[in-house]
């Protein structure tokens, strides 16, 4: 009885069809700012439900003349004060036959409500997940503009853009983390550092910071930033920039189009993933340095018996890392032919347990410059290391050491 009264409340909440109505007009005309204002900035610019769902800033271009979502107010459902799912159907204009259905999750913004996420309907506990981080606060306090650590962020996004401009690869370096510089830490959506300032430098953009929106939690910020390109004057994408203090300043750690991921390296770092490696001269770390020679050596004189004995047995013929590894038998293959071998960074080795976490560089020895770059998981077998896997995705990376050390089937879980 209590759901249908709260379910009645909804329905005759005329400030709920409040936003729907803004993405129809919208959609009609082709008009997307009165798109956008039905959105919270945060949902509109990313995708924050998950697989299922989708950003407000790609609905609009394939909805826009063809499709609208039509609510079902009566079927409203409270997540909590100020949080609702509205169901709705997905309707062509012309013959009004229903194309799809998805959940909307509204959240109260002054006496009105805006749109926060929509997701598939087989995406319900996505989007009730997205419900929960917001009741949490995750998305509703940045930090005025006005307070001194925001002054601090904007000066690096300053710099940046000067350093973009100028095409100043050396002061463009120093305003980033050593590890997000070499490699992309955030996940399928970033880029390394290195990249951005290829791109930017040579496209002639820069990111431009939401000040209004930083969210500053602990030693991370996390800063939205519309990728202006200062040649045609106007915005070319949306990028999500994960900072960190450092000292008395702020470096970049990250940046990835997909906000989720880039909240979850700011999560990452606050539980201290990449804080504390061993120093290069630790005995642990000198090992690790000394197995990485060894495979140099293997490389260029393409041995493929030196080769198979610095790898795990269960990593010689398949890759166990996941979809972004790659098996020893494919990387010497790859590396013998190619002329590049891995250069480890032992200034960032994570080493737990019997486990040692290395980002390295692909470098080319006739190229003389790095190529790619992979992180490594060794494990430590009593006589030395032994390589577990390597891949692309350090997120994967640190799975699998972490299955190892758990005992856990070594091959990456199957997506459901």
């Known amino acids: 009885m209590l759901s249908i009264l709260i379910a009645l409340a909804l329905a005759q909440d005329p400030l709920m069809r409040a ?53 079902d107010l009566m079927a409203a459902v409270s997540l909590g004060e100020g949080v609702a799912v509205v169901p709705a159907r997905i309707f062509a204009f012309r013959e009004e036959d229903l194309q799809d259905q998805v959940d909307v999750l509204l959240v109260k913004h002054g006496d009105g409500w805006l749109v926060l996420g929509i997701g598939g309907m087989r995406s319900r506990k996505e989007v009730e997940a997205l419900a929960d981080r917001w009741r949490k606060n995750e998305f509703k306090e940045p930090v005025l503009v006005d307070a001194p650590l925001v002054a601090g962020v904007d000066a690096v996004f300053s710099r940046m853009e000067k350093a973009l401009r100028a095409r100043d690869a050396a002061a463009f370096k120093v305003l980033w983390h050593a590890e997000g510089l070499a490699r992309n830490v955030v996940g399928r959506s970033g880029i390394s550092g290195a990249s951005f300032f290829e791109q930017g430098s040579f496209k002639k953009w820069f990111p431009k910071p939401d000040l209004g929106q930083v969210l500053i939690r602990e030693d991370t910020a996390v800063v939205t ?163 577990l896997g390597g891949g692309e995705n350090r997120t994967e990376a640190l799975a699998l050491a972490e299955r190892w050390r758990l005992k856990e089937p070594l091959d990456p879980p199957v997506a459901k």
């Open 225 to 387: 930033c519309l990728i202006w390109s200062w040649e045609r004057e106007e915005a070319v994408d949306r990028v999500t920039f994960v900072l960190v203090k450092q000292g008395e300043g702020w470096v970049v750690l990250g940046g990835g189009e997909n906000r989720a991921e880039a909240l979850a390296l700011a999560d990452r770092w606050r539980n201290n993933e990449f804080k504390e490696p061993l120093p290069p001269d630790a005995p642990l770390v000198k090992g690790v340095g000394l197995f990485f020679s060894r495979m140099e050596k293997a490389l260029r004189a393409r041995d493929a018996a030196a080769f198979k004995v610095l790898w795990h047995a269960e990593a010689l013929e398949r890759n166990v890392v996941g979809r972004s590894g790659i098996s020893a038998g494919s990387f010497f293959e790859q590396g013998s032919f190619k002329k590049w071998f891995p250069k480890p960074d032992l200034g960032q080795v994570l080493i737990h347990d019997d486990t040692a976490v290395v980002p390295c560089v692909i470098w080319s020895w006739e190229r003389e410059e790095g190529v790619d770059g992979l992180t490594f998981v060794l494990v430590n077998q009593g006589e030395g290391w032994v390589a």
């Open 19 to 71: 936003p729907f109505d803004a993405m129809e007009k919208g959609i009609r005309a082709g008009d997307v700012e009165a798109f956008r204002a039905a959105w919270h900035p945060a949902g509109y610019a990313h995708n924050l439900v998950g697989d299922g769902g989708v950003a407000g800033s790609d609905i609009f271009p394939e909805f826009s003349g063809r499709s609208y979502p039509k609510p």
